[in-house]
């Protein structure tokens, strides 16, 4: 009797838990057992934005190598207003005497004038022709870069349209005009400046010069002979160039810039011997020598000013 107590009392408590547990799984009173909430997925890491790329104009920070390039612009001469002729009436060499008449009179004494004579006597004046004219041409250089400082050398060569004439006035009346006329000219430069920015450069240039010239003689005087002479066979004149510009490189190889040359050349080899001709022993010119006088223009230097604009290729240092 108790042994069958025991396993009652063992069943009741089992049946309780059972009832207990369904109660809990199935509590939504559907019937339907409640499942745990399933975890909820980790967030996905955002990628930081890049920043948008700067757009920066290429720089050309480098001026060594070699260069080609071309010039246009405008050349004119100095234009001396006080120029004269000198003359050397015993032929020893020497320029500065006087060319007098048979009474010792100056017969140059009606005067000088800058251009070409319009007429045989010092009233009708000269036209001036020291107005210049067009100039281009080419160059070829090389630059070496040391920091903000830039040097190199260039040879160039140049079409030149000037133009110089000087006239005196004699009293017969009569006209002596020379006149020359450069239409080329080469030169050997060195040149060196500063950077002022990576692409700006400012510099000074000098050297060697070389013009080729055309050189005239004419005059009214019909009564003597008139014989050209050059101490030197060739038609040019060497001299010096100085200046200075400045130079901006562009995108790609390219570089513009602007420039000032001085040229000085020394046009002292032309001259004219006035002979004999049909004049008696009495004219001027044969007074002191029987064989004539020489005859030369005071300024033995033709001098240019030139302003440029310059395109430039370079092949290296970009």
């Known amino acids: 009797m108790q042994k069958s107590g025991r396993f009652l009392l063992s069943a009741v408590l ?4 059972l009832v207990a547990m369904g109660s809990n799984a199935f ?54 207003d006080d120029e004269t002729l000198l003359f050397d009436t015993n032929l020893d060499g020497t320029y500065g005497d006087t060319v007098r ?57 140049s079409y ?10 004699s009293t017969t009346p009569a006209a002596y005009q020379f006149t020359r006329e450069l239409n080329f000219l080469g030169a050997a430069r060195l040149r060196a400046g500063f950077l002022a920015s990576d692409n700006f450069l400012i ?23 008139f014989t050209q002479f050059e101490d030197n066979a060739d038609d040019g004149a060497w001299g010096y160039q100085i200046g200075g510009g400045v130079e901006a490189k562009l995108g790609g ?25 049909t004049a008696p022993l009495t004219n001027p010119f044969r007074i002191v020598n029987a064989a004539g006088t020489d005859t030369i223009r005071e300024d033995d230097k033709f001098e240019i000013h030139s302003v440029r604009a310059v395109l430039n290729y370079h092949f290296d240092g970009m």
Request: aromatic share 12%; hydrophobic share 35%; glycine share 20%.
């Open 101 to 157: 008449t048979g009474a010792g009179a100056d017969a140059f004494s009606p005067g000088f004038c800058n251009g070409k004579a319009l007429s045989n006597a010092a009233a009708g004046g000269c036209e001036e022709d020291d107005d210049g004219g067009f100039e281009g041409g080419l160059r070829l250089g090389y630059d070496w870069q040391s920091g903000s400082f830039v040097y190199g050398a260039l040879i160039e060569g």
């Open 203 to 225: 510099y000074a240039t000098g050297g060697v010069a070389y013009g080729s010239i055309d050189r005239e003689f004419l005059t009214t005087n019909t009564a003597n002979s």
């Open 160 to 169: 030149v349209n000037v133009e110089d004439s000087v006239t005196g006035f």
């Open 14 to 17: 089992a049946s309780s838990a």
């Open 27 to 80: 509590a939504n009173g559907q019937g339907t057992p409640i499942e745990p909430a399933p975890e909820a997925p980790a967030p996905m890491p955002v990628p930081a934005a890049e920043p948008a790329p700067v757009m920066e104009e290429p720089m050309m920070t480098g001026w060594g190598g070699f260069y080609i390039g071309g010039h246009l612009g405008y050349g004119f001469t100095s234009g001396g």
């Open 253 to 277: 190889a390219w570089s513009i810039g602007a420039e000032y040359i001085f040229t000085s050349l020394n046009d002292d080899e032309y001259g004219v011997r006035v002979g004999p001709g």
